[in-house]
Every structure is written in structure tokens, then in C-alpha cells.
């Protein structure tokens, strides 16, 4: 079975610049989600989606960061304009449907931003 | 925010001894995750284990959960120099299929 897939891998971009991730998740997986992972640090949830719908935005600095999820299946990430502590690794992961019972979220490679 | 304090930050031991993580978490759970991030592999779950289990183990792998301290750990037993990674724990509250990251361990098992 084919895992959770993103791209690009690597980026570096000059702040104020804007930059786009995408993610693929698991055939038939309803729940995605993005996370934001400084350096040192463990990986903080950006976004979550049910199909093409958010669940939680809670922390998505919604100033410069947007994701979308149009058809309920792949996802982008994007931030305008990008500054230095955007540096980070963002992680998206997929899950079946969430609810009073955890389903495991499977993560993708990740994205390494690099913002100079 | 994070839930999770892991200790300690950074830990160093020779292969075949065992290595020891711990961590702290502030609200009740549902269950609580351990998730190990190299390089080569991403982040990749560990071991569960549910907040009315005291102890769960997977091969070499033993977790321990103190609801009444909120705190767990996990050893790591005859540790080999593929289990050079972070490891972070993950807690689950309820609701959302939401989980909240601690700040990780830095293992590294020398050769």
C-alpha cells in the first residue's frame, strides 16, 4: 500500500517569497493533516480536514499560511509571504476518520523549508 | 503547544544497553503514543498504549503510563545503532482524532 506522499522534499526561498507543499495521502484515508515542525522541537498540528472540510485551524497563522483540500483528496499548503521562523519541516499525515476512538495517522517524508 | 515534556533532551549509550525516555503531559488522556523521526524514515509509530493499561511491550520496546503522575516511559532494550533517532511521545485526548507532540529525545547508540 502506497504511503503518504509529499513534495517537493526540499525548498528554499528568500523570506517575503511565497512557497506551496502538497500532500497525498493514504486511497480512502477521510482525515489529513498538516504540521509545522521546528528544528529541536516535536510537530505542532497546523490544520486538520474531514474530506474537503476543516476540523481544526486553531493554529494556523491564517495572516500568511492557507491550505486547501478542494476534491477531498490531495491537500496544499501555502504561505505568503514566508519570514526567517517559517524555517521548518511541515509533515502532512492521513488517517481514517477520527472520533472518540483514535485512528492511527500515518506521516508523510515531510517538506524541509528553508527561509533566508 | 506541546503537551508532552520528554527527558531527558538528549541521551547517549552504547549498543546492547538499554536507553530510558520519559514523558510528562498536562491533561487527562485517552491514550498516549510513542513515534520514533530519523532521517531516512520520518516519523513512525511505535507503540500505543490506552490510559487504562499501566504497561505495554513490542519486541524490544516496553511502555509504562502513570496517569495518576501523567507521566510514561519508554525503554528501549539491548539498543542497537539503528535506533539512533528522536523520540517523541504523542497524547490523544478524545475527540478530532487530534494528537499533541511532546518536545522529543535525541537518542544516539554508538557503535
Known amino acids: 500500500e502506497a504511503g503518504v506522499a509529499q513534495s517537493p522534499r526540499y525548498k528554499i526561498i528568500e523570506k517575503r517569497q511565497s512557497v506551496a507543499f502538497w500532500c497525498n495521502p493514504i486511497?480512502?484515508?477521510?482525515?489529513l493533516y498538516w504540521y509545522q515542525q521546528i528544528l529541536g522541537q516535536g510537530p505542532k498540528l497546523l490544520i486538520q480536514?474531514?474530506?474537503?472540510?476543516?476540523?481544526?485551524d486553531s493554529q494556523l497563522p491564517k495572516d500568511r499560511f492557507s491550505a486547501e483540500r478542494l476534491k477531498g483528496v490531495d491537500s496544499t499548503l501555502k504561505i505568503q509571504p514566508a519570514k526567517l521562523e517559517d524555517s521548518a519541516v511541515y509533515l502532512c499525515?492521513?488517517?481514517?476518520?477520527?472520533?472518540?476512538?483514535?485512528?492511527?495517522?500515518?506521516f508523510g517524508p515531510g517538506t524541509r523549508l528553508t527561509v533566508l | 503547544s506541546q503537551q508532552g515534556e520528554e527527558d531527558p533532551q538528549a541521551l547517549s549509550i552504547q549498543e546492547g544497553e538499554n536507553a530510558t525516555m520519559n514523558c510528562s503531559y498536562k491533561?487527562?488522556?485517552?491514550?498516549l503514543q510513542w513515534y520514533r523521526q530519523n532521517s531516512g524514515r520520518g516519523l513512525v509509530h511505535l507503540i500505543l498504549?490506552?490510559?487504562?493499561?499501566r504497561e505495554k511491550h513490542s519486541g524490544r520496546l516496553r511502555v509504562t503510563l502513570d496517569t495518576s503522575k501523567k507521566s510514561s516511559s519508554l525503554l528501549i532494550t539491548a539498543s542497537r545503532a539503528a535506533d539512533t533517532a528522536s523520540y517523541f511521545c504523542?497524547?490523544?485526548?478524545?475527540?478530532?482524532?487530534?494528537?499533541?507532540f511532546g518536545t522529543g529525545t535525541q537518542l544516539k547508540v554508538e557503535l
Open positions: 499525515a492521513s488517517s481514517l476518520v477520527g472520533g472518540v476512538t483514535y485512528n492511527e495517522q500515518f
Open positions: 486511497s480512502g484515508h477521510a482525515t
Open positions: 480536514f474531514q474530506n474537503n472540510g476543516v476540523v481544526d
Open positions: 491533561t487527562s488522556i485517552n491514550n
Open positions: 498504549i490506552r490510559s487504562n493499561e
Open positions: 504523542a497524547t490523544f485526548t478524545g475527540g478530532g482524532n487530534k494528537l499533541t
